[in-house]
């Protein structure tokens, strides 16, 4: 086509090769236009392609556009905008023929478009979020949608360093987008190019948080630049990066001119900075389960909670800080900081007038501050007048800088707290230091624990201390002597005024030791004294001294003596005092020691809980007592006869007791005569017919036992329930009898039935998983024809055959006082559901039916769906673990979806399906009364979950749904998602166990931000890995109002995943 001049391809999908061949044949072409979409960027997106086949084949050509599109998913990695601009941008291109060409990224779709400018097909519109480059400069640009964008999430992309680098640098001028989500990309710059997008553009943000973010020196750029444009945040922690010198540098050019920062942390520090832990109540990652190698693999926070930062970094700090106004605290604390950084912040101390907390402890292995650094620092502490806390624990200082931090004190005046825990520190150090807190009236805390100090030092310091009224905590543990501890503990006891919670174990302590403690209790006075000696070496002398020093005592005093030496003489003293609670486990005490101490007790009201476990009286026993608000232990290890329950008996009788428990341990001794027991719990136990019988004998002296529970692990046969149904013949206040899980049959049963006629109290019977026959039934039975106080009857795993059921359903009738009935586990079948249901249509006082664990099929359940059609009572029903499908689902709704009472439904462990839950649906639709629904264990998919979902977008009520284990899966949690986004009454969820995996997370990730009265969500055992946990964390830093309890057990959350949660916790003000 040799005359062609003018040619458009709208659609070209010819091959390179082809298109040459083919233009090849229109040499005399003035005006071409391309239009083609590629699978792979081909020579057809090259400029110097074209720039050598325009002139050799069409030379004529005059004007030339193009539109070239690929999709770049499979090699974002290698894609590079700029590389694709370049050959564009050259003579031949910009200056011979003026043709422009520009090239738009489209970051959500990795789509690129490469075409002339203007651009060649008007219909073409922007989409989504586009970054665009022209050959006329190398500057990238962001071209938003028509609405100007506050957030833009590109999560799960494949956006490297060079995208990271181009999304800055196009939104330095943009002020109004805030958030920017990077997460699950490929670059490593993509997280801190989003946190910085956000210091720079959000007003709102006044902390934070970067912890463990990976952050290099590289990185640092982007949030020095940052904040070079932030006006608000105060708080800026860097914590657990890896932040070398050069990005101390960049921070340090940040901060010359910063008016706002007043913390910046560099190093986790605990023990002084109170980072704002608050939580969201609780969060359960318990069984998030890592593979071995996993398990070696420690998180980033755990190898080093600091940075790099050595001196040449100090130095840049300190300087662009010189001038600073506003900064009080800067922790360089776990980085590489040595003396001569010391030197540069000794010379920021000198000329700064804000900074009050300076923490530089535990110094990476290789670097510390030693005794030259510590001349630095002091010498400038000898000028400063605003620094309150010098940190300088686990570094290298001596004796000799101990001596220039005393020559300091002598004439500072703000610093309240200094800590030189873990150096080198040795008597003389000390002795230099004690010598200038005794005229220094500021400082309140000296921590010199795990130094070497001997005894012969602690003695010098006690002596010294003596009259100083300024030093509150001195810390001394972990030093050589075992006297420091002593010293440590008689300073903070002689110096707090209200309250003494110290703990002492395992200091080696004896007699010796005790008087300098006795000698401080004795010469102080406060409102409580908690103090723990437990495992040490301490002896009658030192009990004895204790009691002096406590004689005069009036407040409340908790004293533990466990694991000591101390026998009847010292226990003799300790009980002649106001101890409230004591605890002289594990002591030398033997049977007739046991004996004097009871008889202790029968003079003593001042001891309320006495712990006198695993002495040498025994083995097998166990008792808890309740005395009004007191209480006594003697647990295992002792042996307990008949003699020492004699002791314990007579002591009991002053009427004080309201509770007694036996768990767990065998009875073989004569009960004790009591006037005043309300509740006796028996649980647990091997009582047989002796203990029975001593039971009995107790029970008709008791005139006010209310409960009673025998429980579990009993002997408890016929002959044994008639010593019980004896005594309970007589009494006149048991409103609680529970039998279960013993071996009464039909005589045990009739025994029971004669209490049963006679009493007026009783409100509670259980008899559950017993071996009662069709006669004891019968007997029961008759006996509740004329009782007229059982509300509650349990006849769990009783039920043996059709006349049993018939029996009891025939009661039901006309009882008018049973509102709670559980015959769980009983065998039920569609036939004997008929007679219940033929029961309960009429019946107006049952309330709370359970019949779980059943065999109840659709069958049955049309029984109870025309029961439910008259029975208006009902606001529990339990029906978990039957045979309900579908079928049975539709005709319990039919009845249920007029029903007015019913508050509780219990569905769990069926076979409901989809159409099942459509059903259930109608009933949601309706129902101005159910607030809980239990759904788990069922095979309910998406399409069940929509119908639940849309159903509660009309209900007013709901509060708690439990979806856990069925199939529901991320469409299903879309679903549910939709639901909470607007839903203002549910307040407990539960979808364990359901595959939802990173989309569901999303959606409901996302609704969660915008509801406002869930309060527990359990998404535990699902396919939620360390992305998605990063999702929720965000959910929880941000969450301002509701969520309490987050339970993840069982999905695969790693180390990284944990660690953000942990960290969101921090911002999550829910407690």
């Not at 998180?299 to 100090?314: A, C, E, K, M, V």
Request: proline residues 1%; charged residues 25%.
């Amino acid at each position: 086509y040799p005359q062609l001049i003018s040619l458009t391809i709208g659609d070209c999908q010819l091959p390179t090769k082809d298109l040459e061949s083919l233009l090849e044949l229109t040499p005399s072409l003035i005006y071409l236009k391309l239009v083609s979409s590629r699978l792979v960027l081909d020579s057809i997106f090259d400029g110097f392609y074209w720039k050598q086949f325009i002139p050799m084949r069409l030379p004529l050509l005059n004007k030339f556009e193009f539109l070239f599109i690929c999709d770049v998913k499979q090699n974002t990695a290698n894609f590079d905008i700029k590389s694709l601009i370049l050959p564009f941008n050259n003579p031949f291109w910009v200056n011979e023929k003026r043709w422009l060409v520009s090239c738009d990224y489209i970051i959500t779709k990795s789509k690129i478009s490469l075409y002339t400018t203007p651009r060649c097909v008007c219909n073409v519109k922007t989409e989504s979020t586009t970054l665009q480059i022209s050959s006329t400069d190398n500057i990238c640009h962001v071209i938003f949608d028509e609405m100007a964008l506050m957030r833009l999430s590109l999560s799960y992309n494949k956006i490297g360093n060079d995208g990271a680098q181009y999304l800055y640098d196009a939104l330095k001028e943009n002020k109004k987008l805030f958030e920017l989500n990077l997460e699950e990309n490929i670059g490593k710059y993509c997280a801190i190019v989003s946190v910085a997008i956000q210091i720079r553009n959000d007003d709102s943000l006044y902390t934070t948080d970067l912890v463990s973010m990976e952050i290099g020196d590289n990185e640092t750029q982007f949030l020095a630049d940052a904040l070079q444009n932030n006006n608000t945040i105060n708080q800026l922690n860097l914590s657990s990066n890896d932040i070398g010198d050069i990005g101390a540098e960049h921070l340090a050019h940040a901060l010359q001119n910063n008016k706002r920062l007043t913390s910046l942390i560099f190093g986790f520090d605990y023990k002084y900075i109170q980072h704002e832990h608050y939580t969201i109540g609780f969060l359960r990652l318990a069984d998030s389960e890592l593979d071995e190698k996993d398990k070696k693999r420690k998180s980033r926070l755990r190898t080093w909670p600091g940075n790099r930062i050595g001196d040449r970094g100090t130095q840049y700090l300190a300087d662009a800080l010189q001038m600073n106004k506003t900064l009080v605290v800067l922790n360089l604390a776990y980085n590489q900081v040595g003396n001569d950084g010391a030197r540069y912040l000794a010379k920021l101390l000198q000329n700064n007038t804000t900074l009050a907390k300076l923490i530089l402890r535990n110094q990476r292995e290789g670097y510390s501050i030693e005794d030259v650094g510590a001349y630095y620092l002091a010498d400038a502490l000898k000028q400063n007048q605003t620094l309150t806390l010098l940190d300088l624990a686990g570094n290298k200082i001596g004796d000799t800088g101990a001596k220039y931090f005393a020559d300091a004190l002598e004439k500072n005046q703000t610093l309240t707290i200094l800590d030189l825990e873990s150096n080198l520190i040795q008597d003389d150090g000390m002795k230099y230091l004690l010598d200038a807190v005794k005229n220094n009236k500021t400082l309140t805390t000296l921590d010199l624990s795990h130094n070497q100090l001997s005894n012969d030092g602690a003695r010098y310091l006690f002596e010294v201390l003596k009259d100083n009224k300024t030093l509150e905590n001195l810390k001394l543990e972990g030093n050589i002597g075992n006297f420091c501890t002593v010293v440590s503990a008689t300073i903070q006891i002689r110096n707090e005024k209200t309250s003494s919670r110290i703990n002492l174990q395992s200091k080696k302590i004896n007699d010796d030791d005790v008087r300098l403690l006795a000698d401080a209790l004795s010469n102080t006075e406060r409102k409580s004294i908690e103090l723990d000696l437990s495992s040490n070496e301490i002896g009658d002398v030192g009990a004895q001294c204790l009691a002096r020093a406590l004689q005069n005592n009036k407040t409340s005093t908790k004293l533990s003596l466990l694991h000591n030496k101390i026998g009847i003489i010292g226990i003799q003293y300790l009980f002649d005092v106001a101890i409230s609670q004591l605890d002289i486990s594990i002591n030398s005490i033997g049977d007739t020691e046991m004996q004097q101490i009871f008889n202790l007790l029968r003079n003593n009201e001042a001891i309320t809980k006495l712990e006198l476990n695993a002495n040498n009286s025994g083995d097998h026993a166990s008792y808890y007592i309740s005395v009004k608000h007191a209480t006594m232990n003697i647990r295992r290890k002792n042996r307990f006869g008949n003699a020492e329950i004699k002791y314990l008996a007579d002591i009991l009788q002053n009427d004080k007791v309201t509770y007694f428990f036996l768990n767990e341990f065998t009875i073989d001794y004569d009960f004790f005569i009591n006037q005043a027991i309300t509740e006796l719990d028996l649980s647990s136990n091997e009582i047989g017919d002796m203990g029975a019988e001593c039971l009995a004998r107790v029970l008709q002296n008791s005139k006010n036992a209310v409960k009673m529970n025998i429980i579990w692990k009993n002997r408890f046969g016929d002959t044994e329930t008639k010593y019980l149904a004896d005594a309970l013949q007589s009494d006149k206040a048991i409103t609680e009898l529970d039998l279960s899980s013993n071996e009464i049959g039909d005589i045990g049963a009739g025994c029971l039935a004669r209490v049963l006629e006679n009493s007026k109290t009783l409100l509670k019977l259980s008899l559950s998983n017993n071996r009662i026959g069709v006669k004891g039934i019968q007997y029961l039975i008759d006996a509740l024809r004329t009782n007229e106080t059982i509300s509650r009857l349990d006849l769990v795993s009783n039920i043996t055959d059709d006349t049993d059921v018939q029996q009891i359903f025939n009661l039901l009738q006309n009882n008018e006082t049973i509102t709670e009935l559980d015959l769980s586990y009983n065998e039920i079948g569609d036939v004997e559901a008929q007679y219940l249901a033929e029961v309960l249509r009429n019946n107006t006082t049952i309330t709370v039916l359970d019949i779980s664990k059943n065999e109840i099929s659709d069958i049955g359940m049309q029984h109870f769906a025309d029961m439910l059609q008259h029975n208006q009572t009902l606001t529990t029903l339990d029906l978990c673990s039957n045979e309900i499908d579908d079928m049975a689902m539709k005709s319990l709704s039919d009845a249920l979806e007029n029903h007015t009472m019913l508050i509780t439904l219990d569905l769990a462990e069926n076979q409901i399906q989809d159409f099942g839950a459509q059903c259930l649906a109608r009933i949601l639709k309706r129902s101005k009364t159910l607030t809980t629904l239990i759904l788990r264990s069922n095979q309910i998919a998406q399409n069940g979950a929509q119908y639940i979902s849309d159903a509660l977008e009309h209900n007013p009520i709901l509060v708690t749904l439990d979806f856990g284990r069925n199939i529901i899966g991320d469409f299903g949690a879309k679903h549910i998602a939709t639901l909470l986004r607007n839903n203002k009454t549910l307040v407990n969820l539960t979808l364990t166990a359901n595959k939802i995996g990173a989309n569901g997370i999303e959606y409901l990730s996302d609704a969660l931000e915008h509801n406002t009265t869930l309060t527990t969500l359990d998404l535990g055992w699902n396919e939620i890995r360390d992305p998605e946990a990063q999702r929720l964390a965000s959910v929880i830093k941000n969450n301002k109002v509701t969520l309490a309890e987050l339970d993840l057990s069982g999905d695969t959350i790693e180390d990284n995943g944990a660690e953000q949660l942990i960290f969101a916790l921090r911002e999550n003000t829910v407690t």
